[in-house]
């Protein structure tokens, strides 16, 4: 119904009370048909006392009252369980469907005692339609909680049980030693490496990654040109030509080191979180990103223009020790 089809029923007055909700009170307002004001805006706090006071005065006006409270999570479940429990006709509705009725004004003025009147209009307007609440059954959730509670298995307080958990333990922390000891000792050799502090002090390559980079690509010299360590990594777009037809952009070869181009996916994700807006790897990823190419094509870009630096910077210190 309409906004204009406010009526009385059966030639009995009717009363829809808004109730806007909120943590421990609530804003009430009584409206009749034609926009006639029963009970101003007031506030209740959600306690036995309040709750017992405004039951009495809602049982005492003249005609039938019904409750309109929009569903608010958690806090509108105990007054529409008390006035359910009390014989009220009480409806609670989607919160959306109240926010777009009646925004008809220039002022989008947002207030409880506003929402409470909007919602004992909402009511009026659909009073024949106004679902009502149902609390849920406790017993049936209590069953289904018994009843999953019977699925889980628990070990059992036993000697054995026991001892299993203490193994499964030491087994953990002599893991963690001994990956510990590796990753010391990987470190070790990384450094011992020329290339070593070239490397590390490249942004997004830390004391994990830069052993693992140098360990995929080995002594970068052993590649004649970017183009082949790029190409070693399986991130490069090799040409495409048959007859007249030559396409120069396709899809990364994924061929080769697949290590490597975990190692490099890593970086760039180190790169894209933390660098400053001056890192050429970081600009070339923002251009691309800007461009609207997917999450995985400008990253594995940024990743063959990353191993192309990566290249030159690398050949030119190890070609300068030579020197």
Same mark, same amino acid.
């Given at each position: 119904?309409?906004?204009?089809?406010?009526?009385?029923?059966?030639?009995?007055?009717?009363?829809?009370?808004?109730?806007?909700?909120?943590?421990?009170?609530?804003?009430?307002?009584?409206?009749?048909?034609?926009?006639?004001?029963?009970?101003?805006?007031?506030?209740?706090? !959600?306690?036995?006392?309040?709750?017992?006071?405004?039951?009495?005065?809602?049982?005492?006006?003249?005609?039938?009252?019904?409750?309109?409270?929009?569903?608010?999570?958690?806090? !509108?479940?105990?007054?529409?369980?008390?006035?359910?429990?009390?014989?009220?006709?009480?409806?609670?509705?989607?919160?959306?469907i109240v926010h777009g009725y009646g925004n008809n004004?220039?002022? #989008?003025?947002?207030?409880?005692?506003?929402?409470?009147?909007?919602?004992?209009?909402?009511?009026?307007?659909?009073?024949?339609?106004?679902?009502?609440?149902?609390?849920?059954?406790?017993?049936?959730?209590?069953?289904?909680?018994?009843?999953?509670?019977? !699925?889980?298995?628990?070990?059992?307080?036993?000697?054995?049980?026991?001892?299993?958990?203490?193994?499964?333990?030491?087994?953990?922390?002599?893991?963690?030693?001994?990956?510990?000891?590796?990753?010391?000792?990987?470190?070790?050799?990384?450094?011992?490496?020329?290339?070593?502090?070239?490397?590390?002090?490249?942004?997004?390559?830390?004391?994990?990654?830069?052993?693992?980079?140098?360990?995929?690509?080995?002594?970068?010299?052993?590649? !004649?040109?970017?183009?082949?360590?790029?190409?070693?990594?399986?991130?490069?777009?090799?040409?495409?030509?048959?007859?007249?037809?030559?396409?120069?952009?396709?899809?990364?070869?994924? #061929? #080769?080191?697949?290590?490597?181009?975990?190692?490099?996916?890593?970086?760039?994700?180190?790169?894209?979180?933390?660098?400053?807006?001056?890192?050429?790897?970081?600009?070339?990823?923002?251009?691309?990103?800007?461009?609207?190419?997917?999450?995985?094509?400008?990253?594995?870009?940024?990743?063959?223009?990353?191993? #192309?630096?990566?290249?030159?910077?690398?050949?030119q210190y190890l070609d300068s020790l030579e020197a």
């Amino acid at each position: 119904m309409g906004s204009g089809c406010k009526f009385c029923i059966g030639g009995m007055n009717v009363n829809c009370v808004g109730i806007d909700g909120s943590k421990g009170k609530s804003m009430i307002a009584v409206m009749r048909p034609l926009g006639e004001m029963v009970i101003p805006p007031f506030e209740v706090g !959600h306690t036995d006392a309040e709750l017992c006071e405004l039951s009495r005065r809602l049982g005492d006006l003249d005609g039938e009252p019904r409750i309109v409270m929009e569903a608010t999570g958690n806090y !509108h479940l105990p007054v529409a369980c008390f006035f359910c429990d009390s014989g009220f006709y009480v409806s609670v509705v989607n919160a959306m469907i109240v926010h777009g009725y009646g925004n008809n004004s220039l002022r #989008r003025a947002k207030t409880d005692k506003k929402d409470a009147i909007k919602l004992a209009n909402y009511g009026l307007d659909h009073w024949l339609a106004l679902p009502r609440y149902i609390p849920e059954d406790q017993d049936t959730a209590l069953d289904i909680c018994a009843s999953a509670c019977g !699925h889980f298995s628990v070990m059992p307080k036993s000697d054995t049980a026991k001892l299993l958990v203490e193994q499964a333990v030491s087994q953990l922390r002599a893991t963690s030693i001994s990956l510990t000891a590796l990753r010391n000792e990987i470190q070790s050799l990384a450094a011992s490496l020329p290339e070593y502090p070239i490397v590390m002090r490249m942004f997004g390559v830390g004391p994990a990654l830069g052993p693992q980079l140098m360990a995929e690509i080995g002594d970068v010299r052993r590649f !004649h040109s970017k183009k082949a360590l790029v190409a070693f990594a399986g991130i490069d777009a090799p040409l495409y030509q048959s007859g007249q037809m030559e396409i120069r952009s396709r899809r990364s070869s994924k #061929r #080769r080191s697949s290590a490597l181009r975990r190692t490099l996916f890593l970086v760039m994700s180190v790169i894209l979180q933390r660098s400053s807006a001056d890192n050429p790897v970081y600009q070339f990823m923002d251009k691309k990103c800007a461009e609207g190419k997917p999450y995985r094509v400008y990253m594995m870009a940024s990743a063959n223009k990353f191993l #192309r630096i990566c290249y030159a910077t690398v050949k030119q210190y190890l070609d300068s020790l030579e020197a």
